[in-house]
């Protein structure tokens, strides 16, 4: 018999409720217990709902980040926190966050307001983990309570649960160390954490523990590589029974490795790495199970049924019941339940799986490799009929939008002139002061805005009630932002309800969910659009927003638009053609949106590449391709407007170093970028690299509800100064402020204008 598993499941719940439930906690209007409890009731929903599986997984669920989870229970908490002697949850959410909930941090002044951990991106998806952080001194110690807790409810409901862990050498790699000390000396000290942490699951009665090693999917140097060798080899006396978990890409030459690891089954992603399977089945051990990633978990079509049970006869016949299927990751990186929207349209609707639908695939192919394909002949035949309507929709295909993208050349993607004769024209124009401030977009989304916008959708005010609530707000932005005294403003982004899903609402070639959250980071999920067919814009998107905006103030006003990579990647995007493709289509339709700002008197306009690292290949040697064509998009975009128009860019919580002259080869005359969590370490990459045009290292950690001080502010841009020319830096904040509270922001803002003024006395 076939055996079915899953990696993981959405954490968040179908209507948000874990988001919810923490925003309460922190704001201290919901008990600790009252959070707990929350947790649980999900957990259990998520548990019934994968009943149908041989196992399900335990230990995915987490209050913040899956990351930060492993590094309390192997007890490496920052020296930061490490005196508080509270409620482990509380110094949990110090770490994530720097602070837990106000009552939790009253009672503990010398413990509230720390520096939050670094977040960066996991991998190549859009979810946000906490960088686990290492020094000469660190030591690890079993904390197994929160396993405890869980595998205790879960066996309470009579689940069959597979532990969920992030194996050692990939729980190294994801960390820094904070000082000169190489992360795989600590290996000895970790492995002993592990040992006990599988002796305790033994002990448990467990049979199956998933260790997820997706580093593996990386290029690793040598000592990498040993390291994988030495823990294996280590863990190798225990009892319980390993699932070394690989997904995102194709293990290439960590194949013949990871089939030589002393565990007793190999998980592998099917979607990126399917030729990869029978090569590992010909080096695996004959008693080894192979688990194989059948279903895509990071995108949200439905899986051609009939072709994928083609390929997995071969397997079935050579292992019998060693073969293993699941989807080809957790299912965290996408939407709950389909069968939740009531308004997408019916015929893209039935051509998609969100994570309980691929649950229903996962069992159709069990169901036909363990009783024949007649005993889903009904289900198969559907799979089938919504397979052939998506490949014949003439909604996918538009022969204008093919005929635009043959005449792309390279006189798109060129200023006219060089940096240093724009700067010139700019400054002249501009007449801004040295270190001159202003903030990457959005103000805080209120209470007011998110009921004018829950009131029109239901037509309870119509556009033009919509649209005066709507400037209403952006008055208000505008005039604290002077009474800041910034320099540059912003709108401030009210009628958005998210950067990358406002502007697909607006382009032909996307269609929108109503329910279709993910997890980003902690409480912060996004809904990321469906882009479906060939993209074009039917009219102006921001111009009459950005004009009334400007029409308030005689200072400069940024024009805010989100680029063609970063909407790609926070799209659920379509797979019938290479990414590109869609790239270069949203950056032809972006491209008329910049012009026509342009055109409407706008001087500066910031065009967003938050996930232009994001979307870089695992491997190296993909990077140059990859690379081409997203600077080429973003170059398309941005670059058909004449030298005095300042265009910006912003990128936050990525590693940029190593993509620094891509960067540099986009040719926007300022950069702002998140420095703030990681201590300015992302400039690291201008002691070797000349970076020719302007930026802004962000300078307040938005994502954090502490205020920085003026002092740690001048700090650091007196950090960047030794790195930058003072004369080409702004002061900025790392990213957008629509998750802060108004309380909170202008009090930082406050302090950001005031550090500026300071630096201004220095040059």
């Not at 209470?447 to 119509?462: L, M, N, P, V, W």
């Not at 491209?591 to 979307?615: F, H, M, S, Y």
């Amino acid at each position: 018999m076939v055996t079915t598993h899953n990696l993981g499941f959405p954490r968040i719940g179908a209507r948000r409720e874990l988001k919810f439930a923490l925003e309460k906690y922190w704001k201290n209007e919901s008990s600790r217990d009252e959070l707990k409890a929350v947790g649980a009731q999900l957990r259990e929903r998520h548990w019934k709902e994968q009943a149908r599986l041989d196992f399900a997984p335990l230990g995915d669920f987490a209050f913040y980040d899956q990351v930060l989870d492993m590094s309390f229970t192997l007890g490496n908490l920052p020296e930061r926190v490490r005196g508080f002697h509270g409620d482990t949850l509380d110094n949990y959410f110090r770490v994530a966050r720097g602070r837990s909930a106000q009552g939790a941090d009253d009672h503990s002044a010398c413990c509230g307001g720390v520096a939050a951990g670094e977040m960066t991106k996991w991998f190549d998806t859009n979810y946000h983990y906490i960088v686990p952080e290492f020094d000469a001194n660190t030591n690890f110690s079993l904390d197994p309570s929160r396993l405890l807790e869980q595998l205790t409810q879960a066996r309470t409901l009579g689940v069959k649960a597979k532990p969920v862990i992030i194996g050692p050498v990939t729980y190294l790699w994801l960390g820094k160390a904070k000082d000169e000390s190489d992360r795989l000396a600590l290996l000895p000290r970790l492995l002993p954490a592990y040992a006990a942490l599988l002796d305790y699951f033994t002990a448990q009665g467990i049979e199956w523990v998933q260790i997820d090693e997706p580093v593996l999917v990386t290029e690793l140097d040598a000592a990498w590589r040993q390291a994988f060798r030495t823990a294996y080899e280590a863990l190798s006396e225990r009892r319980v029974k390993l699932l070394l978990a690989t997904y995102f890409g194709q293990l290439q030459d960590n194949l013949e490795l990871a089939c030589k690891l002393p565990v007793d089954g190999l998980h592998i992603d099917a979607i990126n790495a399917r030729d990869e399977i029978v090569k590992a089945v010909a080096q695996l051990p004959a008693t080894t199970v192979v688990s194989v990633g059948a279903i895509n978990g990071r995108n949200i079509w439905k899986t051609d049924l009939t072709a994928a049970l083609d390929w997995l006869e071969p397997l079935r016949r050579a292992l019998g019941d060693r073969l293993w299927i699941a989807p080809s990751c957790s299912l965290l990186h996408t939407p709950v339940d389909l069968n939740s929207e009531q308004k997408l349209d019916a015929e893209i609707k039935s051509w998609l799986a969100f994570a309980l639908q691929n649950l229903d695939e996962l069992s159709v192919l069990a169901g036909a490799r363990n009783n024949g394909r007649d005993s889903v002949a009904e289900a198969l035949a559907a799979n089938a009929n919504a397979i052939a309507s998506r490949r014949a929709s003439p909604r996918v295909n538009n022969p204008a939008v093919k005929a635009a993208l043959a005449k792309i050349d390279a006189s798109l993607g060129k200023r006219a002139s060089a940096y240093a004769q724009r700067a010139e024209k700019q400054s002249a124009i501009l007449n801004l002061p040295a270190f001159p401030t202003t903030t990457i977009g959005s103000f805080p989304q209120t209470a007011e805005i998110r009921h004018a916008r829950s009131q029109f959708k239901a037509g309870e005010i119509d556009q033009a009630g919509y649209k005066a609530a709507m400037e209403q707000e952006i008055t208000r932005a505008v005039k604290e932002q002077e009474a800041l005294g910034l320099d540059v403003l912003v709108h401030g982004e009210a009628e958005r309800n998210d950067m990358v899903e406002y502007f697909g609402e607006q382009l032909d070639g996307y269609a929108f969910s109503q329910f279709g959250w993910v997890q980003s980071y902690g409480s912060r999920c996004v809904k990321p659009p469906i882009l479906f067919g060939d993209i074009s814009r039917p009219k102006a998107m921001t111009v009459e927003w950005i004009k009334y905006a400007q029409s308030q103030t005689a200072k400069p006003m940024k024009g805010m638009l989100t680029g063609p990579v970063t909407i790609l990647n926070w799209s659920f995007v379509r797979d019938d053609q290479p990414r590109s493709v869609s790239c270069y289509q949203l950056a032809l339709a972006i491209r008329q949106e910049v012009l026509d700002l342009e055109k409407a008197g706008v001087r500066i306009i910031q065009i967003d590449e938050a996930a232009l690292r994001e979307g870089l290949p695992l491997r190296r040697a993909q990077w140059a391709e990859y690379l081409r064509w997203a600077v080429e998009s973003f170059r398309i975009t941005a670059n058909g407007v004449r030298d005095d128009t300042q265009i910006h860019t912003h990128m936050c919580y990525s590693e940029f170093n190593d993509i620094i002259a891509s960067i540099a080869d986009m040719d926007a005359d300022v950069i702002t970028i998140e420095t703030s969590r990681s201590d300015m370490e992302l400039l690291d990459a201008f002691d070797d690299f000349k970076y020719p045009n302007e930026i802004g290292p962000g300078v307040y950690d938005i994502h954090s509800p502490n205020i920085p001080s003026q002092e740690h502010i001048v700090n650091l841009m007196k950090k960047a100064a030794e790195r930058i020319p003072a004369e080409r830096l702004w002061v900025n904040p790392d990213c957008g402020l629509k998750t802060r509270q108004w309380a909170e922001v202008l009090p930082a803002l406050t302090n950001m204008v005031a550090a500026a003024k300071t630096l201004r006395q220095s040059v």
